[in-house]
């Protein structure tokens, strides 16, 4: 169960989806985002998957998440990139603002390309 508006802290959530199903549920995502979260000094992410949903048909937890943003329950949703609202660029891109609409920030994960450069230079 996710925190509603009325148990009132605005939390940090993280939102995965894959197409098929993912047994182990995303697990290296889900780590990936939660250590992201911890150098960012940000609470544990509540976690908001949509698991063997294709980005074309409805995706219920996503539609939760952007519940508990509009009711100001979450502030901050990470993501490992935007694709998981859609693979269509323009359409991810579109969820990600309806987001920001409400108040709430995406954050992506830094790509390993930036990460590896970053500890070299």
Do not use: I
């Not at 047994?23 to 979260?37: E, G």
């Not at 940000?42 to 996503?62: H, W």
């Amino acid at each position: 169960m996710h925190p509603t508006a009325s148990s009132f802290t605005a939390r940090t959530a993280m939102y995965l989806r894959c197409y098929p199903f993912d047994t182990w549920q995303m697990r290296n995502h889900q780590d990936a985002l939660r250590r992201h979260a911890e150098l960012l000094a940000l609470p544990a992410p509540d976690l908001y998957l949509d698991n063997g949903t294709r980005s074309c048909e409805p995706m219920p937890s996503l539609q939760e998440l952007l519940g508990q943003a509009t009711a100001g329950a979450v502030r901050l949703v990470l993501v490992p990139g935007l694709f998981v609202f859609s693979l269509h660029e323009e359409q991810a891109l579109a969820v990600a603002l309806r987001f920001k609409a409400v108040g709430c920030g995406v954050a992506t994960l830094p790509s390993l390309r930036h990460d590896l450069r970053r500890s070299v230079c």
